[in-house]
């Protein structure tokens, strides 16, 4: 055994590992390169397989919603008479369009949802699309800011909230 060296009043011993933790060591390596060679070449169960089970198993659990509403020929609201469906459309407006065009939507910083004027159409078809699609810079008219898109609400909540806007305002018709 080698003397221990003093450096800076510190004592330093170079002593070895006890060969117990050497052979550890050495064991978990060749372990670990066995399973990597089993598991990429030798099993059943490689990488592409287990994702699709687990896809398979989020499918299973949470399935895809099918869309409930049916969309018309002319693109009118399904839920115009429906009075369910105006209830929960009041709702959803009051949480999420009254910000912009107020709370009884006679207009705020968005236009009036309640007046004869339709600046960007006054069917089902065309408010459907403007609540989905937004109002981006290119669709602004008379000077009126833009709207953000709302396809994250799903055509159910959107076509609830025009079915409670038709009961506000008789212009808002099915077709033309």
Excluded at 2 to 19: R, S, T, Y
Excluded at 32 to 45: L, M, T
Excluded at 114 to 127: A, F, L, M, R
Excluded at 146 to 168: D, N, R
Aim: glycine residues 8%.
């Amino acid at each position: 055994m080698k003397e221990p060296k003093e450096v800076d009043g510190i004592f330093q011993a170079d002593n070895p590992m006890p060969p117990w933790w050497k052979l550890v060591w050495l064991i978990s390596i060749i372990v670990s390169i066995g399973y990597v060679v089993y598991f990429h070449w030798y099993s059943e169960w490689p990488q592409e397989v287990a994702f699709e089970k687990e896809v398979a198993e989020h499918e299973a659990q949470f399935p895809a919603k099918q869309p409930i509403v049916a969309n018309t020929e002319d693109g009118s609201n399904p839920y115009r008479d429906d009075a369910v469906a105006i209830k929960e459309g009041e709702g959803t407006y009051k949480q999420i369009c009254s910000a912009c065009h107020g709370p009884t939507a006679e207009g705020a910083v968005g236009p009036s949802l309640v007046d004869k004027d339709w600046i960007h159409g006054n069917t089902d078809k065309e408010v459907f699309h403007n609540i989905m699609k937004g109002i981006g810079p290119e669709r602004q008219k008379l000077n009126r800011g833009g709207m953000p898109a709302w396809e994250g609400l799903g055509a159910e909540k959107v076509y609830a909230v025009m079915a409670w806007l038709a009961t506000k305002n008789s212009t808002l018709v099915k077709a033309k």
